[in-house]
Protein backbone atom coordinates (compact mmCIF):
# COMPACT_ATOMS: atom_id res chain seq x y z
CA UNK A 1 0.00 0.00 0.00
CA UNK A 2 0.86 3.35 -0.96
CA UNK A 3 2.51 5.52 2.45
CA UNK A 4 3.53 9.25 3.00
CA UNK A 5 6.86 10.14 5.69
CA UNK A 6 7.00 12.99 7.23
CA UNK A 7 10.04 12.59 9.20
CA UNK A 8 9.87 15.89 11.08
CA UNK A 9 7.09 15.80 14.14
CA UNK A 10 7.51 18.87 15.25
CA UNK A 11 10.09 21.70 14.02
CA UNK A 12 10.52 24.86 15.92
CA UNK A 13 12.01 28.01 14.42
CA UNK A 14 12.83 31.74 15.03
CA UNK A 15 11.68 34.58 12.35
CA UNK A 16 13.23 34.88 9.42
CA UNK A 17 14.48 31.29 9.39
CA UNK A 18 14.04 29.26 6.37
CA UNK A 19 12.31 26.24 6.28
CA UNK A 20 12.56 22.69 4.48
CA UNK A 21 9.95 19.74 5.56
CA UNK A 22 10.68 16.58 4.45
CA UNK A 23 8.14 14.48 2.52
CA UNK A 24 8.22 10.59 1.03
CA UNK A 25 6.20 9.10 -1.04
CA UNK A 26 6.22 4.89 -1.75
CA UNK A 27 4.69 4.36 -4.85
CA UNK A 28 6.68 4.47 -8.03
CA UNK A 29 3.91 5.24 -10.62
CA UNK A 30 2.20 8.34 -11.37
CA UNK A 31 1.30 11.26 -8.54
CA UNK A 32 -0.62 14.16 -8.42
CA UNK A 33 1.30 15.79 -4.95
CA UNK A 34 0.08 17.75 -2.47
CA UNK A 35 0.82 20.28 0.49
CA UNK A 36 -1.94 21.25 3.09
CA UNK A 37 -1.72 23.25 5.86
CA UNK A 38 -3.79 23.43 8.84
CA UNK A 39 -3.44 26.95 10.87
CA UNK A 40 -4.57 26.43 14.67
CA UNK A 41 -8.24 26.51 14.72
CA UNK A 42 -8.62 26.61 11.31
CA UNK A 43 -9.78 23.51 8.74
CA UNK A 44 -6.86 22.49 6.27
CA UNK A 45 -6.55 24.63 3.17
CA UNK A 46 -4.26 23.64 0.01
CA UNK A 47 -0.97 25.26 0.28
CA UNK A 48 0.35 23.84 -3.41
CA UNK A 49 0.08 21.14 -5.55
CA UNK A 50 1.81 18.90 -8.15
CA UNK A 51 0.30 17.40 -11.17
CA UNK A 52 2.76 17.81 -13.81
CA UNK A 53 5.31 19.80 -15.81
CA UNK A 54 8.20 21.79 -13.75
CA UNK A 55 8.65 19.97 -10.87
CA UNK A 56 9.35 23.21 -8.89
CA UNK A 57 5.85 24.65 -8.18
CA UNK A 58 5.05 27.40 -6.33
CA UNK A 59 1.71 28.04 -3.75
CA UNK A 60 0.58 30.56 -1.33
CA UNK A 61 2.31 32.23 1.26
CA UNK A 62 5.84 32.48 -0.16
CA UNK A 63 5.98 28.49 -0.15
CA UNK A 64 7.31 26.40 -2.78
CA UNK A 65 7.91 22.59 -3.46
CA UNK A 66 10.18 20.32 -5.35
CA UNK A 67 9.13 16.99 -7.01
CA UNK A 68 12.42 14.53 -7.41
CA UNK A 69 11.04 11.84 -9.10
CA UNK A 70 14.23 9.73 -8.34
CA UNK A 71 13.88 10.12 -4.46
CA UNK A 72 10.53 10.17 -4.07
CA UNK A 73 10.22 13.04 -2.44
CA UNK A 74 7.97 16.48 -2.22
CA UNK A 75 9.72 18.68 0.29
CA UNK A 76 8.17 21.59 1.22
CA UNK A 77 10.47 25.42 1.32
CA UNK A 78 10.15 28.59 2.47
CA UNK A 79 13.46 31.30 2.36
CA UNK A 80 11.62 32.95 5.68
CA UNK A 81 9.34 32.12 7.51
CA UNK A 82 7.13 34.08 9.70
CA UNK A 83 5.36 33.91 12.92
CA UNK A 84 1.61 33.74 10.84
CA UNK A 85 2.85 30.32 9.42
CA UNK A 86 2.70 28.28 12.80
CA UNK A 87 0.54 25.91 11.58
CA UNK A 88 0.46 21.96 10.82
CA UNK A 89 1.53 20.74 7.15
CA UNK A 90 0.41 17.56 5.91
CA UNK A 91 1.98 16.01 2.81
CA UNK A 92 -0.49 14.15 0.46
CA UNK A 93 -0.06 11.86 -2.26
CA UNK A 94 -2.64 10.78 -4.50
CA UNK A 95 -1.71 7.87 -7.40
CA UNK A 96 -2.98 7.25 -10.57
CA UNK A 97 -4.41 3.67 -11.29
CA UNK A 98 -5.59 3.21 -7.69
CA UNK A 99 -7.83 4.11 -5.37
CA UNK A 100 -9.26 7.43 -5.66
CA UNK A 101 -7.97 8.80 -2.41
CA UNK A 102 -5.25 10.65 -1.18
CA UNK A 103 -2.99 8.94 1.08
CA UNK A 104 -1.24 11.39 3.74
CA UNK A 105 1.51 12.27 5.72
CA UNK A 106 1.40 12.45 9.56
CA UNK A 107 1.54 16.16 9.38
CA UNK A 108 4.86 18.17 10.87
CA UNK A 109 3.74 21.00 13.26
CA UNK A 110 5.75 24.00 12.62
CA UNK A 111 6.11 26.81 15.61
CA UNK A 112 7.63 30.15 14.51
CA UNK A 113 8.77 32.13 17.48
CA UNK A 114 8.57 35.95 17.35
CA UNK B 1 -19.48 30.01 -3.43
CA UNK B 2 -19.67 28.33 0.11
CA UNK B 3 -17.29 25.99 1.15
CA UNK B 4 -17.85 22.30 2.48
CA UNK B 5 -19.94 22.21 5.72
CA UNK B 6 -20.51 19.79 8.55
CA UNK B 7 -22.55 19.54 11.22
CA UNK B 8 -22.52 19.16 13.88
CA UNK B 9 -19.36 21.34 14.70
CA UNK B 10 -19.27 19.16 17.93
CA UNK B 11 -20.55 16.15 19.70
CA UNK B 12 -20.22 14.27 22.93
CA UNK B 13 -21.84 11.25 23.39
CA UNK B 14 -22.19 8.22 25.37
CA UNK B 15 -20.37 5.04 24.83
CA UNK B 16 -22.50 2.86 22.82
CA UNK B 17 -24.73 5.45 21.43
CA UNK B 18 -24.75 6.06 17.95
CA UNK B 19 -24.12 9.27 16.12
CA UNK B 20 -24.58 10.75 12.66
CA UNK B 21 -22.42 12.82 11.16
CA UNK B 22 -23.49 15.29 8.28
CA UNK B 23 -21.75 16.95 5.53
CA UNK B 24 -22.63 19.37 2.90
CA UNK B 25 -20.07 19.54 -0.22
CA UNK B 26 -19.54 22.32 -2.86
CA UNK B 27 -21.83 22.48 -5.29
CA UNK B 28 -21.18 20.80 -8.33
CA UNK B 29 -18.50 18.91 -6.57
CA UNK B 30 -18.99 14.62 -7.93
CA UNK B 31 -16.29 12.90 -5.21
CA UNK B 32 -16.89 12.97 -1.62
CA UNK B 33 -14.21 11.84 0.91
CA UNK B 34 -14.63 10.94 4.65
CA UNK B 35 -11.21 10.84 6.97
CA UNK B 36 -10.86 10.94 10.30
CA UNK B 37 -7.94 13.05 12.26
CA UNK B 38 -6.67 11.70 15.33
CA UNK B 39 -3.99 13.43 17.74
CA UNK B 40 -0.39 12.60 16.08
CA UNK B 41 -1.76 10.51 13.76
CA UNK B 42 -2.47 12.57 10.70
CA UNK B 43 -5.67 11.74 8.48
CA UNK B 44 -6.88 8.64 8.19
CA UNK B 45 -9.09 7.65 5.09
CA UNK B 46 -12.04 6.26 5.88
CA UNK B 47 -14.48 6.19 2.52
CA UNK B 48 -14.89 8.07 -1.20
CA UNK B 49 -17.57 8.63 -3.23
CA UNK B 50 -18.52 9.11 -6.37
CA UNK B 51 -21.79 10.70 -6.84
CA UNK B 52 -23.37 8.76 -4.43
CA UNK B 53 -21.64 5.54 -4.55
CA UNK B 54 -18.89 4.39 -2.70
CA UNK B 55 -16.14 2.52 -4.75
CA UNK B 56 -13.80 2.65 -2.16
CA UNK B 57 -15.05 1.60 1.67
CA UNK B 58 -11.74 -0.02 2.68
CA UNK B 59 -10.81 2.91 5.35
CA UNK B 60 -13.59 2.03 7.27
CA UNK B 61 -12.82 0.58 10.66
CA UNK B 62 -15.42 -1.93 11.73
CA UNK B 63 -19.00 -3.21 10.71
CA UNK B 64 -20.08 -0.56 12.83
CA UNK B 65 -18.94 2.70 10.57
CA UNK B 66 -21.39 3.14 7.37
CA UNK B 67 -22.12 6.30 5.18
CA UNK B 68 -24.30 6.68 2.57
CA UNK B 69 -24.76 9.74 -0.01
CA UNK B 70 -27.91 10.61 -1.70
CA UNK B 71 -28.58 13.08 -4.74
CA UNK B 72 -25.06 13.39 -5.24
CA UNK B 73 -24.75 16.05 -2.48
CA UNK B 74 -24.89 15.44 1.44
CA UNK B 75 -23.45 12.89 2.77
CA UNK B 76 -23.99 11.40 6.38
CA UNK B 77 -21.44 8.76 8.33
CA UNK B 78 -23.33 6.67 10.95
CA UNK B 79 -21.59 5.16 13.94
CA UNK B 80 -23.05 2.92 15.74
CA UNK B 81 -22.35 1.40 19.05
CA UNK B 82 -19.52 4.62 19.51
CA UNK B 83 -16.46 3.62 21.47
CA UNK B 84 -14.29 5.89 23.37
CA UNK B 85 -11.36 4.61 20.81
CA UNK B 86 -13.81 6.74 17.94
CA UNK B 87 -13.14 10.07 19.81
CA UNK B 88 -11.38 11.88 16.75
CA UNK B 89 -12.14 14.70 14.69
CA UNK B 90 -14.31 13.75 11.34
CA UNK B 91 -13.63 15.32 8.22
CA UNK B 92 -15.41 15.80 5.31
CA UNK B 93 -13.73 17.02 1.65
CA UNK B 94 -15.05 17.37 -1.58
CA UNK B 95 -13.38 17.74 -5.54
CA UNK B 96 -14.60 18.36 -8.40
CA UNK B 97 -13.55 15.20 -9.46
CA UNK B 98 -11.64 12.47 -7.96
CA UNK B 99 -8.19 13.50 -9.53
CA UNK B 100 -8.55 17.28 -8.36
CA UNK B 101 -7.23 18.72 -5.51
CA UNK B 102 -10.17 18.07 -2.06
CA UNK B 103 -11.70 21.05 -0.37
CA UNK B 104 -11.83 19.87 3.58
CA UNK B 105 -14.59 21.07 5.86
CA UNK B 106 -14.14 22.39 9.06
CA UNK B 107 -15.05 18.76 10.61
CA UNK B 108 -17.24 17.18 13.61
CA UNK B 109 -14.85 17.14 16.64
CA UNK B 110 -16.62 13.73 18.46
CA UNK B 111 -15.94 12.80 21.62
CA UNK B 112 -17.15 9.68 23.33
CA UNK B 113 -17.37 9.13 26.89
Known amino acids: AQSVSQHNHHVILSEAASLELGCNYS??????LFWYVQYPGQHLQLLLKYFSGDPLVKGIKGFEAEFIKSKFSFNLRKPSVQWSDTAEYFC????????????FGKGTKLTVNP | GAGVSQSPSNKVTEKGKDVELRCDPI?????LYWYRQSLGQGLEFLIYFQGNSAPDKSGLPSDRFSAERTGGSVSTLTIQRTQQEDSAVYLC???????????FGPGTRLTVT
Open chain 2, 27 to 31: SGHTA
Open chain 1, 92 to 103: AVWTQGGSEKLV
Open chain 1, 27 to 32: YGGTVN
Open chain 2, 93 to 103: ASSYTGVTEQY
